[in-house]
């Protein structure tokens, strides 16, 4: 299994710096990661430190909350593409969805879906916060939206992948869309487990150690 190939490779902590961009960015040529994600400030400085590769610059949408606007989001999207970004993982409208206003989840994630075109949409479920009949019907809504993948976890709430969400989420998705598991992933053991799980991505800040193991 080349692992790599199914990485995110992933500096979303609040503190990163320029220099520590930078270090984590030469790994990415180095290894053929699916993709790099930085933070939104950070887009336009990975797009140039990475230009003479064929590696991906991702970033997030609405994060690590999702409970934005759906204006502020489209807005935050359009800003992204525009300094470079290719894929974007977005946070799904949790207000929204807790109120039962699915219509409104679906319309978001199409509008930003509409932006990309061709290019990769992610969207973020927090699977710590739904119970399993509410993880169904949010891939379901994420795929018949229009999404690339439905993603496990911000990293950022209660906790994060678990093989068993993975592959109750591959299972509702079906051939729709693709899952990515993120989260708490800091292993090599632990990335295959996803992956085995039904994770077609892995998103992980332990990329490096993961690849050296």
């Not at 961009?21 to 400030?41: D, G, M, R, T, W």
């Amino acid at each position: 299994m080349k692992i790599a190939t199914y990485i995110d490779h992933t500096l979303l902590k609040q503190s990163a710096t320029k220099e520590e961009i930078e270090s984590f960015c030469l790994a990415a040529k180095e290894y053929p990661f699916a993709s790099v994600f930085v933070h939104p400030y950070h887009v336009s400085f990975a797009k140039e430190l990475l230009k003479d590769t064929s590696v991906p610059i991702g970033t997030t949408v609405g994060f690590p909350l999702g409970s934005n606007t759906p204006e502020v989001k489209i807005y935050e999207a359009k800003n992204s593409l525009n300094n470079g970004a290719e894929e974007l993982d977005m946070v799904m409208n949790f207000p929204a969805f807790f109120s039962s206003d699915f219509e409104t989840v679906s319309n978001e994630i199409r509008e930003i879906k509409n932006l990309l075109g061709e290019r990769i949409l992610k969207v973020i479920i927090e699977t710590c916060l739904l119970d399993d009949e509410q993880k169904v019907l949010a891939c379901e809504i994420v795929a018949d939206s229009g999404a690339d993948f439905v993603k496990t976890s911000t990293g950022f709430s209660k906790s994060g992948a678990k093989a068993s969400d993975v592959s109750l989420m591959k299972s509702a998705c079906g051939s729709r869309c693709r899952v990515k598991a993120s989260g708490g992933i800091r292993d090599r053991e632990s990335a295959i487990l996803m992956i085995e799980a039904g994770a077609s991505r892995v998103g992980t800040s332990s990329s490096s150690k993961i690849m050296l193991t």
